[in-house]
Protein backbone atom coordinates (compact mmCIF):
# COMPACT_ATOMS: atom_id res chain seq x y z
CA UNK A 1 0.00 0.00 0.00
CA UNK A 2 1.54 3.41 -0.86
CA UNK A 3 1.56 5.08 1.95
CA UNK A 4 3.13 8.65 0.92
CA UNK A 5 1.25 11.98 2.03
CA UNK A 6 -1.07 13.42 -0.80
CA UNK A 7 -2.72 17.03 -1.27
CA UNK A 8 -6.63 17.42 -0.41
CA UNK A 9 -8.51 20.95 -0.74
CA UNK A 10 -8.31 22.92 2.14
CA UNK A 11 -11.68 24.61 1.59
CA UNK A 12 -14.60 24.98 -1.23
CA UNK A 13 -14.37 27.47 -4.29
CA UNK A 14 -16.67 28.17 -6.41
CA UNK A 15 -15.94 29.79 -9.96
CA UNK A 16 -18.78 31.35 -12.47
CA UNK A 17 -18.65 32.56 -15.87
CA UNK A 18 -21.04 33.39 -18.87
CA UNK A 19 -20.75 31.69 -22.40
CA UNK A 20 -22.48 32.44 -24.97
CA UNK A 21 -25.43 33.48 -22.86
CA UNK A 22 -25.57 30.27 -20.62
CA UNK A 23 -24.03 30.30 -16.86
CA UNK A 24 -21.66 28.40 -15.87
CA UNK A 25 -21.02 27.96 -11.98
CA UNK A 26 -18.49 25.14 -11.30
CA UNK A 27 -17.94 24.06 -7.51
CA UNK A 28 -15.32 22.00 -5.82
CA UNK A 29 -15.21 20.16 -2.67
CA UNK A 30 -13.12 18.33 -0.36
CA UNK A 31 -14.70 14.71 -0.60
CA UNK A 32 -12.75 12.03 0.99
CA UNK A 33 -15.13 9.02 -0.16
CA UNK A 34 -17.07 8.29 -2.68
CA UNK A 35 -20.14 8.60 -0.62
CA UNK A 36 -19.50 11.69 0.46
CA UNK A 37 -18.84 12.70 -3.01
CA UNK A 38 -22.06 11.83 -4.32
CA UNK A 39 -24.04 13.89 -1.44
CA UNK A 40 -22.09 16.70 -2.21
CA UNK A 41 -23.05 16.00 -5.90
CA UNK A 42 -27.41 15.66 -4.68
CA UNK A 43 -26.43 18.57 -2.65
CA UNK A 44 -25.47 21.33 -5.34
CA UNK A 45 -28.59 19.45 -7.56
CA UNK A 46 -30.73 20.74 -4.90
CA UNK A 47 -29.34 24.16 -4.79
CA UNK A 48 -30.14 24.24 -8.21
CA UNK A 49 -32.71 22.46 -9.50
CA UNK A 50 -33.50 24.50 -12.39
CA UNK A 51 -30.75 23.89 -14.39
CA UNK A 52 -29.99 22.21 -17.41
CA UNK A 53 -27.28 20.38 -16.34
CA UNK A 54 -25.36 19.11 -13.48
CA UNK A 55 -22.23 17.42 -14.65
CA UNK A 56 -19.72 16.67 -12.49
CA UNK A 57 -16.50 13.83 -11.64
CA UNK A 58 -14.60 13.02 -8.60
CA UNK A 59 -11.54 11.55 -7.15
CA UNK A 60 -12.56 9.91 -4.25
CA UNK A 61 -9.23 8.66 -2.72
CA UNK A 62 -5.49 9.35 -3.75
CA UNK A 63 -5.33 11.24 -7.02
CA UNK A 64 -4.10 8.73 -8.91
CA UNK A 65 -6.19 5.82 -7.23
CA UNK A 66 -8.72 5.54 -10.84
CA UNK A 67 -11.08 2.74 -8.59
CA UNK A 68 -11.92 5.87 -6.82
CA UNK A 69 -13.24 8.29 -9.94
CA UNK A 70 -16.01 8.59 -11.47
CA UNK A 71 -17.78 11.36 -13.84
CA UNK A 72 -21.35 12.11 -15.58
CA UNK A 73 -22.32 14.05 -18.36
CA UNK A 74 -26.09 14.75 -17.24
CA UNK A 75 -27.60 14.93 -20.54
CA UNK A 76 -24.53 16.86 -22.40
CA UNK A 77 -23.56 14.78 -25.42
CA UNK A 78 -21.11 11.72 -24.56
CA UNK A 79 -17.12 12.91 -23.75
CA UNK A 80 -18.54 17.05 -23.80
CA UNK A 81 -18.29 17.14 -19.69
CA UNK A 82 -17.68 14.77 -17.32
CA UNK A 83 -14.39 13.63 -18.67
CA UNK A 84 -13.06 16.78 -19.54
CA UNK A 85 -14.42 17.89 -15.92
CA UNK A 86 -12.71 14.31 -14.69
CA UNK A 87 -9.29 15.34 -16.86
CA UNK A 88 -8.86 18.56 -14.84
CA UNK A 89 -9.33 16.62 -11.08
CA UNK A 90 -6.43 14.28 -11.81
CA UNK A 91 -4.11 16.63 -13.47
CA UNK A 92 -3.89 18.83 -10.61
CA UNK A 93 -2.39 15.55 -8.11
CA UNK A 94 -4.93 16.58 -5.52
CA UNK A 95 -7.10 13.89 -4.03
CA UNK A 96 -10.58 13.91 -2.39
CA UNK A 97 -12.03 16.10 -4.70
CA UNK A 98 -15.60 16.32 -6.11
CA UNK A 99 -16.15 19.17 -9.17
CA UNK A 100 -19.98 19.97 -10.11
CA UNK A 101 -20.34 21.64 -13.08
CA UNK A 102 -23.80 23.77 -13.45
CA UNK A 103 -25.18 24.77 -16.72
CA UNK A 104 -28.16 26.71 -17.28
CA UNK A 105 -28.55 26.74 -20.78
CA UNK A 106 -28.45 30.38 -22.24
CA UNK A 107 -30.25 29.44 -26.79
CA UNK A 108 -26.96 29.43 -27.86
CA UNK A 109 -25.76 25.82 -28.72
CA UNK A 110 -22.00 25.71 -28.41
CA UNK A 111 -21.13 22.46 -30.33
CA UNK A 112 -18.86 19.75 -28.79
CA UNK A 113 -15.76 21.54 -28.84
CA UNK A 114 -17.11 24.22 -26.88
CA UNK A 115 -18.52 22.16 -24.35
CA UNK A 116 -15.06 19.93 -23.73
CA UNK A 117 -13.38 24.07 -23.32
CA UNK A 118 -16.80 25.23 -20.81
CA UNK A 119 -16.85 21.89 -18.83
CA UNK A 120 -12.94 21.68 -18.78
CA UNK A 121 -11.69 25.32 -18.62
CA UNK A 122 -14.49 25.94 -16.00
CA UNK A 123 -13.08 23.38 -13.47
CA UNK A 124 -9.21 24.83 -14.68
CA UNK A 125 -10.15 27.92 -13.38
CA UNK A 126 -11.46 27.20 -9.92
CA UNK A 127 -8.61 24.61 -9.74
CA UNK A 128 -6.33 27.96 -9.53
CA UNK A 129 -8.40 29.63 -6.54
CA UNK A 130 -7.91 26.53 -4.26
CA UNK A 131 -6.07 25.96 -1.50
CA UNK A 132 -4.42 22.32 -0.19
CA UNK A 133 -3.30 20.67 2.86
CA UNK A 134 -0.95 17.76 3.02
CA UNK A 135 -2.68 14.78 3.92
CA UNK A 136 -0.68 12.42 5.92
CA UNK A 137 -1.88 8.95 6.41
CA UNK A 138 -2.03 7.75 9.91
CA UNK A 139 -1.37 4.06 11.39
CA UNK A 140 -3.24 3.00 14.87
CA UNK A 141 -1.00 1.31 17.57
CA UNK A 142 -1.38 -0.54 20.98
CA UNK A 143 1.01 -0.04 23.70
CA UNK A 144 1.54 -1.53 27.17
CA UNK A 145 3.90 -0.05 29.90
CA UNK A 146 4.79 -0.06 33.81
CA UNK A 147 3.86 3.08 35.46
CA UNK A 148 8.04 3.83 35.77
CA UNK A 149 8.37 3.48 31.90
CA UNK A 150 5.75 6.12 31.32
CA UNK A 151 8.27 9.10 30.87
CA UNK A 152 10.43 7.47 28.31
CA UNK A 153 6.89 6.30 26.54
CA UNK A 154 5.98 10.01 26.50
CA UNK A 155 9.69 11.07 25.21
CA UNK A 156 9.18 9.07 21.96
CA UNK A 157 5.46 9.76 21.25
CA UNK A 158 6.84 13.41 20.75
CA UNK A 159 9.98 12.26 19.05
CA UNK A 160 7.59 10.51 16.47
CA UNK A 161 5.00 13.22 16.75
CA UNK A 162 2.48 10.15 17.41
CA UNK A 163 -0.72 11.09 18.59
CA UNK A 164 -2.28 9.44 21.57
CA UNK A 165 -6.22 8.33 20.97
CA UNK A 166 -7.12 6.44 24.12
CA UNK A 167 -5.52 6.07 27.45
CA UNK A 168 -6.23 3.39 30.01
CA UNK A 169 -4.43 3.61 33.60
CA UNK A 170 -5.07 0.39 35.02
CA UNK A 171 -2.42 -1.57 36.88
CA UNK A 172 -0.37 -0.75 33.75
CA UNK A 173 -0.89 2.01 31.09
CA UNK A 174 -2.27 1.27 28.04
CA UNK A 175 -2.01 3.39 24.88
CA UNK A 176 -3.65 4.09 21.49
CA UNK A 177 -1.92 5.93 19.75
CA UNK A 178 -1.57 7.23 16.23
CA UNK A 179 1.33 8.16 14.04
CA UNK A 180 2.27 8.24 10.07
CA UNK A 181 2.42 4.98 8.27
CA UNK A 182 6.17 5.23 7.02
CA UNK A 183 7.29 5.80 10.77
CA UNK A 184 5.45 2.63 12.03
CA UNK A 185 8.20 -0.23 11.66
CA UNK A 186 11.21 2.37 13.23
CA UNK A 187 8.75 3.60 15.99
CA UNK A 188 8.15 -0.13 17.06
CA UNK A 189 11.57 -1.15 16.77
CA UNK A 190 12.39 2.14 18.78
CA UNK A 191 9.95 1.46 21.54
CA UNK A 192 11.56 -2.08 21.55
CA UNK A 193 15.21 -1.05 21.52
CA UNK A 194 15.11 1.89 24.23
CA UNK A 195 12.64 0.51 26.68
CA UNK A 196 14.67 -3.18 26.97
CA UNK A 197 11.19 -4.75 25.38
CA UNK A 198 9.38 -3.52 28.83
CA UNK A 199 6.71 -1.65 26.68
CA UNK A 200 4.96 -3.63 25.05
CA UNK A 201 3.53 -3.33 21.29
CA UNK A 202 0.07 -4.99 22.15
CA UNK A 203 -1.21 -4.61 18.43
CA UNK A 204 0.63 -4.77 15.06
CA UNK A 205 -2.28 -2.78 13.20
CA UNK A 206 -1.19 -1.33 10.17
CA UNK A 207 -4.57 -0.46 8.96
CA UNK A 208 -3.86 3.39 7.49
CA UNK A 209 -6.79 6.35 9.03
CA UNK A 210 -7.55 10.01 8.98
Known amino acids: MNHAPYLVPAHSVLFEEDIK ?8 AHT ?31 PNDSMQWGFSDDGEPSGTAGKPILAQL ?20 LGTGGL ?20 ILLASLQLCCEYNQSTLLETLLKEFQAETITAEYMQDIRLTVALDCRQLNQFKQTVVNR ?7 LDDDENPFG
Open 90 to 109: TGSNVGEMTAVVVRYFGGIH
Open 32 to 62: PTVDLAKGFIKEIKQTHPNANHHCWAFVAGR
Open 116 to 135: VKAYGGGVQQALLQLDTTEK
Open 21 to 28: KSRFLTYL
Open 195 to 201: SGNRIQV
